[in-house]
């Protein structure tokens, strides 16, 4: 199995970036590819983006699309979500996961492996 840690979660004003990392446990961390999903309070989970397990393919939700960038290291067993042009909407707890699946959809379901999450608070 694989163990997932979140780091660089913080407040930060609306405009403004912020980059999460994900680093990875377990010696297969190429198989899986990789998603973020974030939950606000009072809302469901809700999926940001994935990469597959070369890092060439990737998936983005309409609401961060242009904004957010996945990318992966497979050397160094990480991948992170660069944040740019942040607005108040994107304040939630984030959530990095892994799926054995070659191109995991953007349910929940297809991700067999969740790290602890970590707080984004963007203020207005």
């Known amino acids: 199995q694989v163990q997932l840690v979140e780091s660089g979660g913080g407040l930060v004003q609306a405009g403004g970036s912020l980059r999460l990392s994900c680093l990875a446990s377990g010696r297969t961390f190429s198989s899986y590819a990789m998603g973020w999903f974030r939950q606000a309070p009072g809302k469901e989970r809700e999926f940001v983006t994935r990469i597959s397990r070369s890092g060439a393919g990737t998936l983005y939700a309409d609401s961060v699309k242009g904004r957010f960038t996945i990318s992966r290291d497979n050397t160094r067993n990480t991948v992170d979500l660069q944040m740019n042009s942040l607005k108040p909407e994107d304040t939630a707890v984030y959530y990095c996961?892994?799926?054995?699946?070659?191109?995991?959809?953007?349910?929940?379901?297809?991700?067999?492996?969740w790290g602890q999450g970590t707080q984004v608070t963007v203020s207005s």
């Open positions: 996961a892994a799926s054995s699946r070659i191109m995991p959809t953007m349910t929940s379901r297809d991700y067999n492996y």
